[in-house]
């Protein structure tokens, strides 16, 4: 693919950090037939420029590898430090053995020492044997360079800490926000797909509710948008999916789109 080609995004998880259907939960979304319903932990591929790039790895990253029969990946990169984007980079190992090479991850100083923490035996002076295999590439808000990809990092807020979305020429990847300041903003502003957060109907401390999603993508004005990191609070899909405007659609495990 050249830098002119089309850029895909795979939604390999759609939900909350608990995952739709919640454990124990009888509502009707979480007992829903309807396989949109069913979400992992939230994350994201993008294929551009020849390369996998994953968003986020959480607890469910290797049930999502196997479900899209990825066999390579070129790198990893966070959005933040919390455990159900972090938790599942013991997983990297199958990369590692197979492929024969480290797997390059990106992001914040936070990030990494939280999974400095998490992954002791990774950052061992003498290797563990069978531990994951990484490079640590720390980020700051500026653009960086995976290859011959740009990535624009966009800081919002996720309460009080402080999250990256990105930005891949026209496609501009956000979760985990409640707020976005104004000199952010700007770096989305032309991006023909937006992906964002819209956790439940109600508001909420940490995560966009619908109507504030909407609200943000009306003054974003994206071609095309698609909500994620959803809970069960928010509804069944077929029924969220009819209320919303035509360029808005609520995202859903293993969809693909193309920009």
């Known amino acids: 693919?050249?830098?002119?080609?089309?850029i895909k995004l795979t939604f390999l998880g759609t939900g909350t950090s608990i995952g739709v259907p919640v454990i124990a939960c009888n509502c009707p979304v979480c007992k829903s037939p309807d396989a949109r319903d069913k979400r992992f932990r939230t994350s994201a591929m993008v294929n551009i420029d020849n390369q996998n790039i994953v968003i986020d790895c959480?607890?469910?990253?290797?049930?999502?590898?196997?479900?899209?029969?990825?066999?390579?990946?070129?790198?990893?990169?966070?959005t933040h430090e919390h455990r159900d984007h972090i938790a599942g980079?013991?997983?990297?190992?199958?990369?590692?053995?197979?492929?024969?090479?480290?797997i390059p991850i990106y992001g914040t100083q936070n990030v990494m020492e939280a999974i400095k923490t998490e992954f002791p035996y990774i950052f061992t002076e003498t290797r563990f044997f069978g531990a994951p295999q990484v490079t640590i590439h720390e980020i700051e808000n500026v653009k960086f360079k995976i290859g011959e990809t740009d990535i624009l990092p966009i800081t919002v807020m996720h309460n009080k800490l402080p999250v990256f979305g990105y930005r891949f020429r026209d496609l501009t990847y956000i979760t985990d926000a409640s707020f976005i300041p104004e000199e952010e903003k700007h770096k989305i502003f032309g991006s023909k797909v937006l992906v964002l957060n819209a956790l439940r109907n109600s508001k909420h401390i940490s995560h966009f509710s619908l109507a504030e999603a909407l609200l943000l993508i009306e003054e974003l004005r994206p071609e095309r948008a698609y909500l994620t990191h959803i809970s069960h609070f928010l509804g069944l899909h077929e029924e969220v999916e009819k209320k919303l405007p035509d360029h808005v659609r609520l995202a859903h495990d293993n969809l693909i789109i193309e920009v």
Request: aromatic share 12%.
């Open 89 to 102: 980079l013991d997983d990297v190992r199958a990369f590692n053995y197979i492929l024969n090479k480290n």
């Open 58 to 78: 959480g607890p469910d990253f290797r049930f999502q590898m196997l479900k899209q029969q990825v066999e390579d990946i070129d790198a990893v990169i966070f």
């Open 1 to 6: 693919m050249d830098k002119t080609g089309k």
